[in-house]
């Protein structure tokens, strides 16, 4: 089973960017898929988790409102809509997808993750 994030680049305060999260090597779609993100010298925090079908989402409080979880289970496939990004937003990006139904904000209950993607934003 492998993850692959992308998407992740250089952009302005108040700019936007689109991450993706490919899966490959067993299908996720009726389980939990997850953004997570470490900023430098921080540990790892939830951003968002959605639902096989798509229908339950949640956020943290700090993205709440600017950014947007998404999935293509067609496409094995999930994404983060990153917009009006804040300097504060700058962190390695990591998608993860459990094997269990619902959604998580808590990264024990994901059993693979990707190897993130690096997003930097310049006040």
């Known amino acids: 089973v492998q993850l692959q994030a992308s998407g992740g680049g250089l952009v302005q305060a108040g700019g936007s960017l689109r991450l993706s999260c490919a899966a490959s090597?067993?299908?996720?779609?009726?389980?939990?898929l997850g953004w997570f993100r470490q900023a430098p010298g921080k540990e790892r925090d939830f951003v968002a988790t959605?639902?096989?079908?798509?229908?339950?989402?949640n956020y943290a409080g700090s993205v709440k409102g600017r950014f947007t979880i998404s999935r293509d289970n067609a496409k094995n496939t999930m994404y983060l809509q990153m917009n009006s990004l804040k300097p504060e937003d700058t962190a390695v990006y990591f998608c993860?997808?459990?094997?269990?139904?619902?959604?998580?904000?808590?990264?024990?209950?994901?059993?693979?993750w990707g190897q993130g993607t690096l997003v930097t934003v310049s006040s």
């Open positions: 993860a997808a459990s094997t269990r139904v619902g959604i998580f904000r808590d990264g024990r209950y994901y059993d693979y």
């Open positions: 090597g067993r299908t996720f779609s009726n389980y939990a």
């Open positions: 959605i639902s096989g079908n798509g229908g339950s989402t």
